[in-house]
């Protein structure tokens, strides 16, 4: 089955599903004046026009100039996450925009607490996966572990990916941070 485009679809932000190719995760880091209101119009920007935000962080950064960094992640094809940047960009109080997702000039990092119910070889496992992992045992009792983990969001999945089978019950996660190498302030 084709799908047609209307006519007045050519250049048309509002039909850019219809684009060819492959979505891709993407992590903006977006630098906004800390004032009430901003996280409501950043969220509403995606809702209004059907994005999904998989992950959303957001902090204040310095407290003398009263800005504050969101970091959200979301998919798409190039043409939407281009509408996204450019619509972000057109906040008032947005300063700032970057792309940070799968360059190598940023670190990604996501914090991760992972409860896991098990006894005896299954109990072993998981600490020997724990220590793999580097994650720390921060709480325990005797049928259960809490266990904190730091990395990219994708050893973060694969780490509940092996905990599964030997007891997951629960995962909270923080969202992505993200900050550029080097001794440069974005």
Request: no cysteine.
């Amino acid at each position: 089955m084709t799908e047609t485009l209307p006519a007045d679809s050519a250049g048309s932000a509002y039909f850019l599903d219809f684009e060819t190719g492959d979505e891709r995760r993407a992590t903006f880091a977006v630098i906004v004046d800390n004032e009430p209101g901003v996280l409501h119009r950043v969220v509403g920007l995606f809702s209004a026009r059907g994005y999904n935000i998989e992950s959303l962080t957001v902090a204040e950064t310095d407290r003398a100039v009263h800005t504050s960094r969101i970091t959200i992640v979301t998919r798409g094809r190039e043409g939407v996450l281009a509408q996204i940047r450019a619509q972000l960009g057109k906040i008032v109080q947005v300063r700032a925009v970057m792309e940070v997702g799968g360059d190598a000039r940023w670190v990604e990092r996501e914090l991760a607490l992972v409860k896991v119910r098990g006894t005896g070889d299954a109990r072993v496992e998981t600490l020997r996966i724990a220590e793999i992992f580097r994650a720390r045992v921060i709480d325990t009792d005797v049928d259960s572990f809490v266990l904190e983990l730091t990395g990219a969001p994708d050893k973060i999945d694969k780490f509940e990916m092996l905990m599964r089978p030997l007891g997951l019950v629960e995962v909270s996660r923080t969202g992505v941070l993200s900050i550029a190498r080097g001794g440069e302030r974005v």
